[in-house]
């Protein structure tokens, strides 16, 4: 339910963020415990509040999925493009960028592969 208006106040539970991005609340739990996206905040009882932009991120997260990126990908992307001051909502270069990460990640099994034959 909606409590404010504001991009980084927390407004939304568990459940409608599950209904406004098509993941399942275990999912998005998973995400939060193993790769800490999203960050929603906790209310005193423990109940998880996430915001706009929280949701936006889920949504972000999820089209990277749609597009065959594994969600731990998905995340080291969203952290590179944040890391390099850019805005991951504005990047437009996603498939470079993806492809960089799954060619340094291929070269670093390669690596060891090499060194274990």
């Known amino acids: 339910m909606t409590v404010s208006s504001s991009l980084d106040a927390p407004t939304f539970n568990l459940k409608i ?11 998005l739990r998973s995400w939060e415990d193993r790769y800490g996206l999203p960050t929603p905040i906790r209310t005193a009882g423990g109940h998880r509040r996430y915001t706009a932009h929280d949701v936006d991120v ?22 590179k ?3 390099a001051g850019e805005d991951p ?9 993806e492809h960089a ?9 390669d690596k060891l592969r090499d060194d274990w034959i």
């Open 81 to 83: 493009i944040e890391a």
């Open 58 to 79: 889920v949504r972000w997260l999820s089209a990277r999925l749609r597009e065959g990126v594994k969600i731990s990908h998905a995340v080291k992307l969203w952290r």
């Open 101 to 109: 990460l799954t060619h340094e990640m291929e070269t670093a099994l």
């Open 89 to 97: 909502f504005k990047t437009q270069n996603l498939a470079t960028d």
């Open 17 to 27: 963020v599950e209904r406004k991005t098509g993941i399942k609340a275990h999912t």
